[in-house]
């Protein structure tokens, strides 16, 4: 059984750094990600790695700010956030188990996720 657990979120300034963490188990899908959703918006889909060849892929909206990385002893992804910004308020998620052939890019577009967490919250003040 697939069991994620998000943590690492809070309220920071605008322009400042937070770095979330997800302690996974039980995962035997190759990728894994982050989403996130805000209040009355749609989820969206924002980093994804292999676990396999360590590939990342992310979004326009987070690429330069944001970086997903593996450690693969501690079992754990974090996903390191630079450059908070107005726009980046939300609950995030750890996902896995996206469809069998889907890469990265799938993960994050698609947003196709079998497992996932509870999310952490993440707030950023002006």
């Known amino acids: 059984e697939v069991h994620l657990v998000e943590s690492g979120g809070g309220l920071v300034q605008a322009g400042g750094s937070l770095r979330l963490s997800c302690a996974a188990s039980g995962v035997t899908s190759d990728l894994i990600g982050w989403f996130r959703q805000a209040p009355g918006k749609k989820r969206e889909g924002i980093s994804c790695?292999?676990?396999?060849?360590?590939?990342?892929y992310y979004p326009d909206s987070v690429k330069g700010r944001f970086t997903i990385s593996r450690d693969k002893a501690k079992n754990t992804v974090y996903l390191q956030m630079n450059n908070l910004k107005a726009e980046d308020p939300a609950v995030y998620y750890c996902a896995t188990d996206a469809p069998w052939g889907y890469g990265c890019y799938d993960f994050v577009h698609r947003g196709d996720y079998g497992s996932w967490g509870q999310g952490t919250q993440v707030t950023v003040s002006s």
């Open positions: 790695i292999s676990t396999s060849h360590g590939g990342t």
